[in-house]
């Protein structure tokens, strides 16, 4: 039932970011100067709309319009537009996203590609799927054969994880910058090793949770902490457990 009510989800949000994408939608800023549109808010807005018709018990996280009923036993975590800065420059590599916590734990997670027509569905105990094809990641024999992926290090908070992330880069035999979500379907699909992040929210990664583990991969806090709510927004992904820690102690400095 999950399952196809995260397609459910998926469905509807498409057409929003297809009406939306490249017509010269006015781009507001947020209080942290980060971009947003109508199609982020509009998404959002059916996002709940569907949640709260077919499960009116539940809380809700977005990114747009805060949060309700956080004590409930399940929680739906919504980013709307993933990549809103790819969005207002005309770039197809957005999308939206949605988690299902339930007791603090991602069980189901949902990443849609609206231009790309790729979307990846993860749940727990269950295979991941791309465009309802099972998935696994790739083997990786190890740093230096791997292909490392940020959104981009700019935008890390601090200088500490700006360095910890250019130790790891400097192991690998690769970096690529630049994909928002897109990045953790595509290790879902073994097409990437590794990704690293820094400063992201809940609604940012929380999806990829059941979408890595159920392709084979590793994804958690830079303590190796599983992610959660109350996560400090430093994320490593890699494709197999092996590859996670040997990222891992790199970006502690051994």
Same mark, same amino acid.
């Given at each position: 039932?999950?399952?196809?009510?995260?397609?459910?989800?998926?469905?509807?949000?498409?057409?929003?970011?297809?009406?939306?994408?490249?017509?010269?939608?006015?781009?507001?800023?947020?209080?942290?100067?980060?971009? #947003?549109?109508?199609?982020?808010?509009?998404?959002?807005?059916?996002?709940?709309?569907?949640?709260?018709?077919?499960?009116?018990?539940?809380?809700?996280?977005?990114?747009?319009?805060?949060? &309700?009923?956080? %004590?409930?036993?399940?929680?739906?975590?919504? /980013?709307?537009? /993933?990549?809103?800065?790819?969005?207002?420059?005309?770039?197809?590599?957005?999308?939206?996203?949605?988690?299902?916590?339930?007791?603090?734990?991602?069980?189901?997670?949902?990443?849609?590609?609206?231009?790309?027509?790729?979307?990846?569905?993860?749940?727990?105990?269950?295979?991941?799927?791309?465009?309802?094809?099972?998935?696994?990641?790739? %083997?990786?024999?190890?740093?230096?054969?791997?292909?490392?992926?940020?959104?981009?290090? %700019?935008?890390?908070?601090?200088?500490?994880?700006?360095?910890?992330? /250019?130790?790891?880069?400097?192991?690998?035999?690769?970096?690529?910058?630049?994909? %928002?979500?897109?990045?953790?379907?595509?290790?879902?699909?073994?097409?990437?090793?590794?990704?690293? &992040? !820094?400063?992201?929210?809940?609604? /940012?990664?929380?999806?990829?949770?059941?979408? #890595?583990?159920?392709?084979?991969?590793?994804?958690?806090?830079?303590?190796?902490?599983?992610?959660?709510?109350?996560?400090?927004?430093?994320?490593?992904? !890699?494709?197999?457990?092996?590859?996670?820690?040997?990222?891992?102690?790199?970006?502690?400095?051994?």
């Amino acid at each position: 039932m999950i399952r196809a009510f995260l397609d459910r989800l998926g469905d509807t949000v498409r057409p929003i970011h297809r009406r939306y994408f490249r017509s010269g939608v006015e781009v507001e800023r947020k209080n942290d100067s980060s971009p #947003v549109t109508r199609s982020d808010r509009e998404a959002e807005r059916a996002l709940r709309q569907a949640i709260v018709e077919a499960f009116p018990d539940d809380g809700i996280v977005g990114e747009e319009f805060g949060s &309700e009923r956080l %004590d409930a036993k399940r929680v739906w975590v919504l /980013d709307p537009l /993933d990549g809103t800065r790819a969005f207002v420059n005309g770039k197809p590599a957005f999308g939206a996203m949605v988690a299902l916590v339930e007791e603090g734990r991602p069980v189901a997670g949902l990443i849609d590609m609206p231009i790309l027509s790729e979307r990846w569905i993860g749940i727990v105990g269950e295979p991941t799927t791309f465009n309802d094809m099972p998935v696994r990641t790739r %083997d990786c024999a190890g740093l230096a054969a791997a292909s490392l992926n940020a959104t981009s290090p %700019d935008i890390f908070p601090d200088s500490a994880s700006r360095a910890s992330f /250019d130790r790891l880069s400097a192991a690998c035999g690769q970096r690529h910058f630049g994909g %928002d979500c897109h990045l953790y379907g595509l290790l879902a699909c073994g097409w990437i090793d590794l990704i690293a &992040e !820094a400063g992201l929210k809940p609604y /940012d990664y929380l999806a990829h949770v059941p979408i #890595v583990e159920g392709a084979g991969g590793r994804i958690a806090d830079w303590r190796g902490c599983p992610l959660s709510l109350d996560s400090d927004g430093r994320v490593l992904a !890699a494709g197999t457990p092996a590859l996670f820690e040997l990222a891992l102690d790199r970006l502690h400095g051994a």
